[in-house]
């Protein structure tokens, strides 16, 4: 098994004839100096066996025993004298599974976390709205399309009154059919001007464009400082929220081990798509349409940001 990200290679034990090429193209002082070599730039065989003393034999024989073991690319060119075989160092980093696959899924599930800024799209956005990063306020605040300004990425906090925000997670992360759960948390409160106690709301997810379910968020939390809150951001502004985390499995849905809906794992065709989608927000049907808060690990209670996790069957 290889997986190759930007210039980074997974490898695992499940596939030994890889691992048996690469382990023996590393063995050699001469390779591992022509992959340093190709570093700094892209050389031909006659230019690297010039930079390295070496008889040009012996570098082709080098350089194709590179080639075999993925870590090295080479392209044919024009030369003045027939075609340069040009080289370039295909991989910079190598990680090794040394368990098998199934060890490793059910160790470990696959971890994502998304800055609360991170989002794709912010629909139906209506006052009360805003940002504020950890610094400042990003932006006047109650103007909906400042949700799409650049300084988004900064926020570590975003409240609006109704509409939602939909962030994507990279469906190559998540392509597996043996996905068995997923749990997604984040911290978040509803929003009034300032804080209020009661201040119910409805605030929804969705996955992949099914509702999981809608949980009532009982006020908007303020009266003290939020443990990660900056203090600059006043205590008569919203201050911190509930971590809530949401579970799809084969049997159901639940919301901190409660169960809200029937929407089940294979409901959510997490791989037949080129991304999983989750929204978050408040609809503007709901019985209580009293806003939302939503929290990054900078702000509020919980040093999070939006976390998903994936488990595995065997």
Known sequence: ?????????????????????????????????????????????????????????????????????????????????????????????????????????????????????????????????????????????????????????????????????????????LSNDNIDWIELSFEACSEAPMYRDPWPSDIFVEFNDVRLGTWTCPCDCGGRQGHLTPAWWGLTNTQYGFLKTWRVDQSGTYLDHTPISTVTIPDLHITERSYSSVRIGVDPRSKNVNGINLFGDKFGDHPQSINLQIGYTL
């Open 1 to 173: 098994m290889k997986e190759i990200m930007g210039k980074h290679a997974e490898l695992s034990i499940e596939s030994p004839e890889l691992l048996g090429k690469i382990a023996r193209a590393l063995s050699s002082q001469v390779r591992l100096d022509i992959i340093a070599a190709l570093g700094y730039r892209s050389m031909s065989v006659s230019e690297l066996a010039r930079e390295l003393d070496i008889p040009m034999s012996s570098m082709a024989l080098a350089v194709r025993i590179l080639e075999d073991a993925e870590l090295v690319r080479t392209d044919s060119q024009p030369g003045t004298h027939g075609a340069l075989k040009i080289c370039n160092r295909k991989i910079d980093t190598i990680s090794i599974n040394l368990a098998p696959k199934e060890q490793l899924l059910k160790a470990q599930p696959l971890s994502m976390s998304m800055p609360i800024g991170g989002y794709s799209a912010a629909e139906g956005i209506q006052p009360t709205c805003g940002l504020v990063s950890e610094k400042q306020s990003l932006g006047t605040i109650d103007l909906p399309h400042l949700f799409y300004s650049p300084q988004r990425f900064d926020a570590q906090l975003i409240w609006f009154r109704q509409g939602y925000l939909e962030y994507r997670f990279c469906e190559t992360l």
